[in-house]
């Protein structure tokens, strides 16, 4: 049980345009799912706090116009970065919260983005 | 201060010792903590979490957390290289957040 997928695991993207990553909770319904960022060597930044139909919370320091994020149901959230440039290459990584009432993540593959 | 600290090794242990990993932590109202397994390249992996003073054990984990010293830990017996890692602790912030440490990495030697 509680298992996390993400696509795509991996993807290479231009100067400029825009990559849409999806998180699915598989078999639990998550109500709350997490977007991270890790750089190599470094630990997990929290990006955005994603509920299921309400705009995400957004962290200090990340811009909320360049990471949409979407959580339009209870298995599915969804963050695009917009106009990506070469600094936004990373390992991007969601979690969901079960609606269980205890505070455990459970982790997606992650998705490596690289932008040329 | 950070929120939540770890030591970053790396920590070394012959294989069949026990690796023991530390954490401390800043917030005194949280009460939920964790333990993750990341592997080079991977995402984290949920091993333990506990929420009561004392030890919790699974199979060749025992975590163990005392609340009026902010601490957490994690010992790992019978250490195999398989579990050769960066072990990430995190601590519940409210609303269901967690903040992470920095990790500490393991290397288990056969």
Redesign the interface.
Known sequence: GAVVSQHPSRVICKSGTSVKIECRSLDFQA??M?WYRQFPK???M?MA?SNEGSKATYEQGVEKDKFLINHASLTLSTLTVTSAHPEDSS?Y?CSA?DGRG?????????TRLTVT | QKEVEQNSGPLSVPEGAIASLNCTYSDRVSQSFFWYRQYSGKSPELIMSIYSNGDKEDGRFTAQLNKASQYVSLLIRDSQPSDSATYLCAVNIGAGKSTFGDGTTLTVKP
């Open positions: 109500t709350t997490f470094q630990s997990l929290l706090t390992f990584i919260r205890n505070d455990e993540q459970y982790f997606g593959p992650g």
